[in-house]
């Protein structure tokens, strides 16, 4: 049921160091899923401690560079693979499909990693960014993290499609008859697991170094990526996503948070996630003209606004003099 090895450790590439104050480790959820999980604690002056959420299929490796500029920015950092992706148990025996049953399940990835590294292992005050697919799952875990997590920032979240692809309404009714009968474990599309575009077509990045390094590091470690999504992970997020078509579950959002939109987004909708910001009454939206899908991997330019947005929008909620782990 698990490919993953007994004792937690990461990939390293040419030019992808791990921090090297990064510690790994493996947790049990409550539904017994095991989760690798990675933390950081800042040297010197904390400021407080960042819950990274990845997106889909990726890795704690893919944010190594990331996890070193948030310690330099004084934050501490405690990140994990989702079930069935990364470095953390797969959910299909022998499988690199991308599979979830039901969206819930990523919610409790999330509150067991608070519950068991976050709170009893780090420095407030807490806050969370997210990426793409994690920004979903934050949005949903908002309510029950009000009064744990001060500020979220959520860089190009997915809370709908990219115009190119057909509606979340019409996806959502398709992934849903077919998981009915019987199809729910079978890949959405053909594809082959780590193979990433060419970097000339790439939605993801324009960032030709960052995104050589990122291709090298699912060549030689493809067991930590996923090809296809499921048939089931497609009905899950897709219903999670229809969800905030409600008034209501707007109304129960109470975590102030931030979107931040990529310009030139392909993968998720930018409108989507304004428009969602704008019906919150804790939200607020900014845009980065031009930067494609993966912020925190974009080029520089691009990539040092969404780092700058983040320090800014957490601004003062953030404890200057609170004393570091580490020191202790």
Not at 206 to 230: Q, W
């Amino acid at each position: 049921m698990s490919d993953i090895k007994e004792q937690p450790e990461f990939f390293e590439t040419p030019g992808n160091p791990a921090p090297d104050n990064l510690v790994p480790g493996f947790l049990l959820t409550s539904d017994k899923r095991r989760l690798r999980y990675a933390i950081a604690h800042v040297r010197g002056p904390s400021r407080g401690t960042v819950v990274l959420l990845q997106g889909r299929n990726e890795a704690i490796e893919k944010y190594f560079e990331t996890i070193g500029d948030l310690n330099a920015r004084g934050f501490s950092v405690v990140t994990f693979d989702w079930r069935g992706q990364g470095g953390s148990e797969r959910l299909l025996r022998r499988s690199r499909l991308g599979h979830v049953r039901h969206f819930g399940q990523y919610l409790t990835d999330l509150e067991c990693v608070m519950q068991e590294v976050v709170l009893p292992d780090c420095h407030p005050p807490y806050h969370l960014l997210a990426h793409s697919m994690g920004g979903l799952v934050a949005l949903h875990a908002s309510s029950r993290l009000s009064n744990t997590i001060e500020r979220m920032v959520l860089l190009a979240p997915l809370i709908g499609f990219a115009a190119s692809f057909p509606s979340v309404a019409m996806l959502a009714r398709l992934a849903n008859a077919a998981r009915w009968l019987g199809f729910a474990s079978l890949p959405v599309r053909r594809s082959i697991p780590g193979k990433m575009p060419h970097a000339a077509d790439n939605p993801l990045t324009s960032d030709p170094r960052r995104y050589a390094r990122n291709r090298r590091l699912a060549e030689e470690a493809p067991e930590l990526f996923l090809g296809s999504p499921s048939v089931a992970w497609l009905a899950a997020v897709t219903r999670a996503m229809r969800r905030f078509e409600r008034s209501a579950e707007i109304a129960a959002l109470s975590v102030p948070t931030l979107f931040v939109v990529a310009g030139a987004d392909r993968v998720v909708s930018p409108a989507a996630a304004e428009k969602l910001a704008y019906r919150m009454r804790c939200g607020s939206s900014l845009t980065i003209p031009l930067a494609r899908h993966e912020l925190l991997q974009e080029a520089d330019p691009f990539r040092e606004q969404a780092l700058e947005i983040f320090d800014a929008y957490v601004g003062n909620a953030s404890s200057a003099d609170q004393p570091s782990l580490a020191a202790e």
